[in-house]
């Protein structure tokens, strides 16, 4: 009796001393008190006021669900997992509102990824910010193994939150439709590459051997089609070959066309003459190369540009030991390759052929002399690095390097020409 008397005058001075002892004790609700809890919210006119004006939310995007976290402003901020939604363009936007009635303010994010930039646009349209993140640049932890659409939400939208996010650049949707119309020609290439391949590996085996130098010229194409095979069965698989080359050729030839009719009317319609006064750049390069790119104002100095283009090397070092090894890969592969692929033009000593001429004289006055300046250069450059024992993938990726370098001159040569005729 004496310890239970003892306990009880122990209660009954802790709620003397702090009134909300029971409550601290026993809280009505099983989320207050808690530093991940809800919290509280008061009422106002039938509207929730919440201590939080603003609210980051987060989107982990697949083919049928979205999975929404939302994070709001402050360290303290409260950060939880809404649910998932459909991927609906109906469901995005009754989310948007609902949360546009709570915060002043919301930023959104999501990865980019296969499900495009319908939902940027969307929530573009409906008056809110949303960034689409860069997937390769996103902070992970090294120990974090496990994988969810909750998790991958929740943590990146505490990342949104800490600004530690690189957004990507969005085009617009001609400039998208661009870019599917010159994605569409590297696959035609690509396939036609394969069929080739296959052909000339039937062959091959049965110990035919083109005797001229440059194959899949006309003279090629000529001697493969008059060739006797013994069986009807493969006589039909190699027709089938011919064939399917044949229409591989026909489809690059379509779609370069309408590449050749849809540029005029481009934004960047200017830009891509200007680029093929510079050496190694014809038509198709230059359309392919800003479809990918897109606007390069956006870069403020030649490095930005090259870094974004995966040319510089990649560093590891630590205190006084400096090690740089390949070049980073960052960024778009398709652009990166076109630029090593034109580069390989600059082995040459440098001069104008008359093809190019026309090219060269439809460019201004100023990116002519950048187109020449960057023959020299980059033709001087090349011999030397190969003198020196440089290997010539190592050479051509360095030339390519720069060569990005006078794009970016002759662009800003582009786009300040209409302000100076004004």
């Not at 969307?122 to 689409?132: D, R």
């Not at 120990?143 to 990146?156: C, M, Y």
């Not at 560093?315 to 778009?332: H, L, M, Q, Y």
């Given at each position: ?5 003892e ?5 009954e001075?802790?709620e003397?001393?702090c ?11 099983g989320?207050e008190g808690?530093?991940?809890?809800p ?5 106002r006119?039938g509207?929730?006021?919440?201590d ?7 989107f982990?995007?697949s ?5 929404v976290?939302?994070?709001?402003d402050?360290r ?8 998932e ?5 109906t469901a995005?936007?009754?989310l948007?509102r609902k949360l546009?009635?709570r915060y002043r303010?919301?930023?959104f994010?999501?990865?980019a990824?296969p499900?495009?930039?319908?939902l940027?646009?969307?929530?573009e349209?409906?008056?809110h ?8 640049l996103?902070p992970k932890?090294?120990?974090?193994r496990?994988?969810?659409n ?5 943590g990146?939208?505490k990342?949104?939150?800490a600004?530690?996010l690189?957004?990507?650049w969005?085009?617009?949707t ?11 020609r590297?696959?035609?290439v690509e396939?036609l590459r394969?069929?080739?391949?296959q052909?000339s590996?039937?062959l ?5 051997h083109?005797p001229?130098?440059k194959?899949w010229s006309?003279?090629?194409?000529n001697?493969l089609a008059?060739?006797k095979?013994d069986?009807a069965?493969?006589?039909i ?7 399917a080359i044949r ?22 319609a200017?830009?891509?003459t200007?680029l ?5 750049i ?5 359309t392919?190369?800003l ?7 956006r ?6 540009l090259?870094g974004?283009l ?7 070092s630590?205190?006084d030991?400096v ?7 960052a ?5 990166r390759?076109i630029?090593?692929?034109?580069s390989?033009?600059?082995r040459?000593p440098p001069r104008?052929g ?14 002519r ?18 003198r020196?024992?440089k290997r010539?993938?190592v050479v051509?990726?360095?030339i390519a ?21 004004m």
């Amino acid at each position: 009796m004496a310890h239970v008397a003892e306990h009880l005058s122990v209660v009954e001075l802790a709620e003397t001393v702090c009134p909300s002892f029971q409550e601290a004790t026993h809280p009505r609700c099983g989320g207050e008190g808690y530093p991940d809890g809800p919290g509280r919210a008061s009422t106002r006119g039938g509207r929730v006021v919440n201590d939080h004006n603003e609210a980051f939310v987060a989107f982990d995007t697949s083919k049928l669900r979205h999975a929404v976290a939302i994070a709001e402003d402050g360290r303290t901020g409260e950060v939880r997992f809404f649910g998932e939604i459909e991927n609906t363009a109906t469901a995005t936007a009754k989310l948007v509102r609902k949360l546009a009635a709570r915060y002043r303010r919301l930023t959104f994010c999501y990865e980019a990824g296969p499900t495009g930039y319908g939902l940027h646009r969307l929530i573009e349209s409906l008056g809110h910010e949303c960034v689409v993140v860069a997937p390769s640049l996103i902070p992970k932890k090294a120990g974090d193994r496990v994988k969810t659409n909750r998790r991958d939400a929740l943590g990146l939208v505490k990342l949104l939150r800490a600004g530690e996010l690189t957004a990507v650049w969005v085009p617009d949707t001609r400039h998208e439709a661009m870019r599917d119309l010159t994605r569409a020609r590297e696959a035609a290439v690509e396939d036609l590459r394969g069929k080739r391949q296959q052909a000339s590996s039937l062959l091959l085996r049965l110990g035919r051997h083109y005797p001229g130098k440059k194959t899949w010229s006309q003279a090629h194409m000529n001697w493969l089609a008059s060739q006797k095979l013994d069986h009807a069965e493969q006589r039909i698989a190699f027709e089938e070959m011919l064939l399917a080359i044949r229409q591989a050729q026909e489809r690059i030839a379509r779609l370069e066309q309408t590449i050749g009719v849809a540029v005029p009317d481009w934004s960047l319609a200017q830009v891509v003459t200007a680029l093929m006064a510079m050496r190694g750049i014809d038509f198709v390069s230059a359309t392919a190369f800003l479809a990918e790119i897109g606007d390069l104002s956006r870069f403020r100095t030649a490095r930005e540009l090259m870094g974004y283009l995966g040319l510089v090397p990649s560093e590891n070092s630590t205190g006084d030991k400096v090690k740089r090894a390949g070049i980073t890969k960052a960024g778009n592969r398709r652009a990166r390759r076109i630029l090593v692929e034109c580069s390989w033009s600059y082995r040459h000593p440098p001069r104008v052929g008359k093809e190019k001429l026309a090219k060269v004289a439809a460019a201004p006055p100023a990116v002519r002399e950048i187109a020449w300046k960057a023959q020299s250069r980059l033709s001087a450059r090349f011999r030397a690095l190969t003198r020196r024992g440089k290997r010539q993938t190592v050479v051509v990726t360095a030339i390519a390097r720069e060569l990005s370098g006078f794009i970016w001159a002759v662009n800003r040569e582009v786009v300040a020409r209409p302000a100076t005729a004004m």
